[in-house]
């Protein structure tokens, strides 16, 4: 047995790569809350953007000085996107103290390269053996609780958008076979997990390179397989590509029901044409085009998007045809970042680049119209019986619990306090919504009369 510190930044797909390979190391697999307690340290770290660069870093750092002064010191691994960015030869010179690095454009190598750098240390350890992407062979070690679990479906991009570097980092577009996700999905949902969501960089790109495939993704083939899945009552889909919502799609999903929920998490990015042609967004140039596709199919859908602020040559005019847009479209979660030149994109080397005060200024007005709509979003809540699905205990509240409803996505949007009648972590009960607050909703769980 080996004993496990993990650490897992940025994105939930680098939480899906951790318990992969923590289940694929050929050997039983105990995770533990101190560093002074493993015979691992691992850290899968995030590269996407400078402040994640700047988090993994100290983080790393953070774990060397640890570790350093233990009397058994652990083996200490680092992964994932920050190593894909700035390669193992760079960083091994900065931070000599790491035994271990795993590069994501290797990812399938991961499981035995671990194993074999733990077996040089202990005895009864062996190499777990090169396994196919998605490690089809082993069992996921869970750390999300009873609730759920992320399900990633392929990794890389094939889009080249000019602000973004996860192209270079994560390589190209790679789908993960159907039958290793059915496979996957069904040891998840064996494990009590209710709820399943598919992730990807584009979720709607899946498929598109597998063998005998047109080069289009289609999820249909997928979703055909995991929507029928005994255990399973909730499917959502995250990360949706506008060009990718096309009617056949949104058809096939109105058509499916449940479990699928209508949540449609589209990263639009900006809502003005000139702006978007800046970034290279891989779609139509106006985004109200895909809203009411998917309103025209799913009248309440809950929408969730990100949008970038103060993207080069964004002027007023650009800022405010996008404030328009986020009024007249009612997102139910909004996430606004102002943009970031990253170092290596097309986009950090425009004219007309944003003054950092403007950005920023434009990113907290932004969120105060959004926080306005949300509120009353939630209030239109208050009354109504929903089924909630309980995530944990509160950490402060004894009895009280987080859960969510259908239109709320673990990690990234609101949650819903719920109490009461069995409200236990992986339940999904009937709850009444009794308050809103700006994001969040609170909720008494009792039987029907």
Request: aromatic residues 6%.
């Given at each position: 047995m080996i004993s496990v510190y993990s650490v897992s930044l940025g994105c939930p797909k680098n939480r899906v790569d951790t318990e992969r390979l923590l289940g694929a190391l050929g050997t039983p697999v105990h995770p533990v809350?101190?560093?002074?307690?493993?015979?691992?340290?691992?850290?899968?770290?995030?590269?996407?953007?400078?402040?994640?660069?700047?988090?993994?870093?100290?983080?790393?750092?953070?774990?060397?000085?640890?570790i350093s002064g233990l009397a058994r010191r652990p083996l200490l691994a680092v992964a994932g996107c920050l190593v894909g960015r700035y390669g193992e030869r760079d960083l091994a010179a900065e931070l000599p103290e790491v035994d271990l690095w795993l590069p994501n454009q290797s990812i399938e190598t991961w499981p035995d390269l671990l194993a074999r750098a733990v077996g040089g240390r202990m005895?009864?350890?062996t190499g777990a053996g090169t396994v196919a992407p998605g490690y089809a062979g082993g069992t996921r070690l869970?750390?999300?609780?009873?609730?759920?679990?992320?399900?990633?479906?392929?990794?890389?991009?094939?889009?080249?958008?000019?602000?973004?570097?996860?192209?270079?980092?994560?390589?190209?577009?790679?789908?993960t076979p159907a039958a290793e996700l059915e496979r996957e999905a069904r040891q998840l949902l064996g494990m009590g997990v209710r709820e399943l969501i598919l992730v990807a960089q584009d979720v709607t790109a899946w498929g598109g390179d597998l063998d005998g495939a047109s080069g289009k993704g289609d999820l249909r083939p997928l979703l055909d397989r995991l929507l029928p899945l005994a255990g399973?009552?909730?499917?959502?889909?995250?990360?949706?590509?506008?060009?990718?919502?096309?009617?056949?799609?949104?058809?096939?999903?109105?058509?499916?029901?449940a479990p699928f929920v209508p949540y449609f998490?589209?990263?639009?990015?900006?809502?003005?044409?000139?702006?978007?042609?800046?970034?290279?967004?891989?779609?139509?140039?106006?985004?109200?085009?895909?809203?009411?596709?998917?309103?025209?199919?799913?009248?309440?859908?809950?929408?969730?998007?990100?949008i970038i602020v103060g993207?080069?040559?964004?002027?007023?005019?650009?800022?405010?045809a996008l404030t328009d847009f986020v009024v007249e479209t009612r997102f139910h979660h909004l996430g606004v970042f102002a943009y970031r030149a990253?170092?290596?994109?097309?986009?950090?080397?425009?004219?007309?680049?944003?003054?950092?005060k403007v950005k920023e200024w434009r990113r907290d007005a932004l969120m105060e119209v959004q926080a306005e709509i949300?509120?009353?979003?939630?209030?239109?809540?208050?009354?109504?019986?929903?089924?909630?699905?309980?995530?944990?205990?509160?950490?402060?509240?004894?009895?009280?619990?987080?859960?969510?409803?259908?239109?709320?996505?673990?990690?990234?949007?609101?949650?819903?306090?719920?109490?009461?009648?069995?409200?236990?972590?992986?339940?999904?009960?009937?709850?009444?919504?009794?308050?809103?607050?700006?994001?969040?909703?609170?909720?008494?769980?009792?039987?029907?009369?």
């Amino acid at each position: 047995m080996i004993s496990v510190y993990s650490v897992s930044l940025g994105c939930p797909k680098n939480r899906v790569d951790t318990e992969r390979l923590l289940g694929a190391l050929g050997t039983p697999v105990h995770p533990v809350a101190s560093m002074a307690e493993a015979d691992v340290v691992l850290v899968n770290t995030c590269g996407f953007i400078l402040p994640a660069v700047e988090e993994s870093v100290r983080t790393v750092v953070e774990a060397v000085d640890e570790i350093s002064g233990l009397a058994r010191r652990p083996l200490l691994a680092v992964a994932g996107c920050l190593v894909g960015r700035y390669g193992e030869r760079d960083l091994a010179a900065e931070l000599p103290e790491v035994d271990l690095w795993l590069p994501n454009q290797s990812i399938e190598t991961w499981p035995d390269l671990l194993a074999r750098a733990v077996g040089g240390r202990m005895t009864g350890v062996t190499g777990a053996g090169t396994v196919a992407p998605g490690y089809a062979g082993g069992t996921r070690l869970l750390s999300t609780g009873p609730s759920y679990a992320w399900l990633k479906i392929s990794d890389g991009c094939r889009h080249n958008c000019s602000f973004c570097t996860i192209p270079s980092i994560r390589g190209a577009h790679r789908s993960t076979p159907a039958a290793e996700l059915e496979r996957e999905a069904r040891q998840l949902l064996g494990m009590g997990v209710r709820e399943l969501i598919l992730v990807a960089q584009d979720v709607t790109a899946w498929g598109g390179d597998l063998d005998g495939a047109s080069g289009k993704g289609d999820l249909r083939p997928l979703l055909d397989r995991l929507l029928p899945l005994a255990g399973l009552d909730r499917l959502r889909l995250m990360y949706l590509y506008p060009a990718g919502l096309t009617d056949d799609l949104l058809s096939y999903l109105a058509a499916a029901g449940a479990p699928f929920v209508p949540y449609f998490d589209v990263p639009l990015q900006h809502a003005h044409p000139d702006v978007l042609g800046r970034m290279g967004r891989p779609f139509a140039r106006n985004p109200r085009v895909v809203v009411e596709r998917i309103r025209k199919h799913f009248p309440d859908a809950a929408l969730r998007t990100s949008i970038i602020v103060g993207f080069p040559g964004e002027t007023e005019e650009h800022y405010a045809a996008l404030t328009d847009f986020v009024v007249e479209t009612r997102f139910h979660h909004l996430g606004v970042f102002a943009y970031r030149a990253e170092e290596g994109t097309p986009a950090a080397a425009m004219p007309d680049q944003v003054d950092d005060k403007v950005k920023e200024w434009r990113r907290d007005a932004l969120m105060e119209v959004q926080a306005e709509i949300s509120e009353e979003i939630m209030e239109s809540y208050v009354g109504q019986r929903l089924p909630v699905l309980v995530d944990a205990p509160h950490d402060e509240w004894p009895g009280l619990h987080t859960g969510r409803t259908w239109f709320q996505a673990p990690e990234i949007d609101g949650v819903t306090y719920v109490s009461g009648a069995g409200v236990v972590p992986g339940a999904l009960v009937e709850a009444d919504m009794v308050e809103a607050r700006t994001y969040d909703l609170v909720a008494l769980a009792e039987p029907e009369d």
